[in-house]
């Protein structure tokens, strides 16, 4: 959201950084976001990295016990938009019989594709593997996958710079278009609907979908504090762009 460590900085009662860096380990030391002293050099190294350590300030928060549920949750979502990093969560709070403490590694080969398949995990799906992107598109980055299953509900989720925009916005908007307009389309060219005694619209292309939505946006323009919604216009023809032309190909591949 654009304030990262401060914000965890001015809420937390001690906040200590280690910085390797340049063959040098700096290290400053924070109380409720002022410094404890100057930055320290306090040896060398031949990494590079951070290491951000707090504690919350109790006087301001309700529970200063973190869920692991959520912190999971979170960290297997960023796996997934983020296709070949290792994210790793340890709990030593939480020591097993055999002394060692409760640990969970998130790692996505595949991405999205994978993400999609997981938010599927107990439904039957009507393809054998998600239909995925990853493209460029009037320089915003779009990656998207779906797939379909034999429910009735639309699944799709989205995301900014790797916030989920559960408001949608211009990215979703554009999804949505490409996707009903692709989809029509064929059905037309194809012939099926010459027999339909109803118009088709866009909520009927939606039925049983799962979808992911990601997109990078250098200047997002977000509407409401909650930076749940993005309002960049040009994102929606980067994505319904991106949309018709992934899915036009694939159905010229896949016709069944």
């Known amino acids: 959201h654009g304030v990262g460590v401060s914000c965890v900085n001015a809420l937390s009662i ?5 910085i390797h860096r340049e063959g040098k380990i700096y290290v400053q030391e924070y109380s409720i976001g002022a410094p404890k002293g100057d930055v320290q050099v306090v040896g060398d190294t031949n990494k590079t990295g951070t290491y951000i350590t707090f504690k919350p300030d109790d006087s301001i928060f309700i529970t200063t016990e ?10 297997r979502e960023l796996a997934y938009l983020n296709a070949g990093i290792n994210l790793i969560l340890k709990d030593l709070r939480d020591v097993g019989e055999d002394g ?7 790692y996505s080969e595949e991405g999205l594709s994978e993400f999609v398949q997981y938010l599927d995990g107990t439904r039957e799906t009507l393809i054998e593997n998600a239909i995925h992107i990853s493209t ?13 299953n ?23 908007t554009g999804f949505r278009r490409g996707l009903t307009r692709t989809l029509k389309t064929w059905a037309e060219k ?6 339909l005694k109803f118009d088709i619209n866009g909520d009927d ?4 979908l799962t979808a992911v939505v990601s997109v990078k946006v250098a200047e ?23 949309v018709s032309g992934m899915l036009a190909n694939y159905l010229e591949e896949n016709p069944k």
């Open 205 to 208: 292309f939606r039925e049983g």
């Open 100 to 106: 060692n403490p409760r640990i969970d590694k998130f």
């Open 66 to 75: 973190y869920k692991y549920e959520i912190l999971a949750a979170r960290l």
């Open 150 to 172: 034999n429910s009735f509900t639309e699944n799709v989720h989205s995301y900014v710079n790797n916030i989920n925009t559960i408001e949608g916005g211009t990215h979703l």
């Open 190 to 195: 194809s012939g099926m609907l010459a027999k």
């Open 136 to 148: 460029e598109k009037n320089d915003v980055p779009v990656e998207l996958a779906m797939q379909y």
């Open 220 to 242: 997002p323009q977000f509407e409401g504090q909650t930076k749940t919604k993005l309002g960049n216009s040009e994102v929606s023809l980067a994505v319904d762009q991106a």
């Open 14 to 18: 001690h906040l200590r950084a280690e």
